[in-house]
């Protein structure tokens, strides 16, 4: 089960996110032209990736931030970069360009040190924008509860899309990760669950004096947890491929 869209347009051009996006995708294919090697592939690891024992000893600050456009994979970078463009530009857009900026840096920042802090002697790298974008997550269910997310379910060979208010499928996200981080093995390697969590609580703390400065409560009173503009609307064009009947 995962998110492919939301029903929360931006009604501005989302330059930052696109920026980010477009970043991440060029260190990704950097690494699969120019680390072509072991040795070249694990000193970039050990020069640019959060690592808890370096960080420990007094070594390489700067990883906290060039560790959160490094990727793993393909599948590592497509999936992070799906959550990042559908809840990023609406929190540009209501923070403004630089702000937004500034605020997925410092979420990215402390969703490693969340990370740093379940595991401060562990050698294992940690990479990844997750961190960041659990961030904006944390951000957008603040902002959005309501707003309605289209879920891709797969369940074996059944394939259904249909959506459910954000607050649901981001506090289970949220949830998830915590119950991933309680049995997670800091040496082991994996999914890095604290820093998941750690992202989204910065992301939430983070975003709270805009709410607050938009009316807290009544900021929710007045758009009912939804977009402060209408919902982009979706509907599901037929198949021009015909249907074939048993005979």
């Not at 070594?59 to 490094?70: A, Q, R």
């Not at 209501?94 to 920042?109: K, Q, T």
């Not at 910065?202 to 929710?220: E, H, Q």
């Amino acid at each position: 089960m995962f998110p492919i869209r939301d029903h929360n347009p931006s009604e501005s051009t989302p330059y930052v996110t696109y920026a980010l996006i477009a970043i991440n995708v060029i260190v990704y294919l950097y690494g699969l032209v120019a680390l072509t090697d072991d040795a070249t592939l694990n000193r970039f690891y050990y020069d640019y990736a959060m690592i808890p024992a370096r960080i420990t000893a007094g070594e390489n600050y700067p990883s906290l931030v060039t560790s959160i456009f490094m990727h793993a994979g393909f599948m590592h970078l497509a999936g992070n970069m799906l959550f990042l463009w559908i809840f990023g530009d609406n929190m540009e857009e209501e923070m403004g360009p630089i702000p937004f900026l500034a605020f997925y840096l410092l979420s990215g920042v402390g969703a490693d040190l969340a990370q740093y802090a379940s595991g401060p002697t562990s050698q294992v790298a940690t990479v990844g924008a997750s961190g960041a974008i659990a961030g904006v997550m944390g951000g957008y269910l603040l902002m959005f509860p309501k707003a309605k997310v289209d879920i891709l379910l797969i369940l074996i060979v059944f394939f259904k899309i249909f959506p459910v208010p954000s607050w649901i499928m981001l506090g289970l996200w949220f949830l998830l990760q915590l119950l991933g981080g309680v049995g997670a093995d800091p040496n082991g390697g994996g999914v890095a669950y604290w820093a998941h969590a750690g992202g989204f609580i910065i992301g939430f703390v983070l975003t709270l004096p805009m709410w607050l400065k938009r009316g807290a409560a009544g900021y929710w009173d007045a758009t009912d947890g939804h977009p402060p503009h209408p919902d982009a609307q979706y509907r599901f064009q037929k198949s021009s491929i015909p249907v074939v009947k048993r005979r």
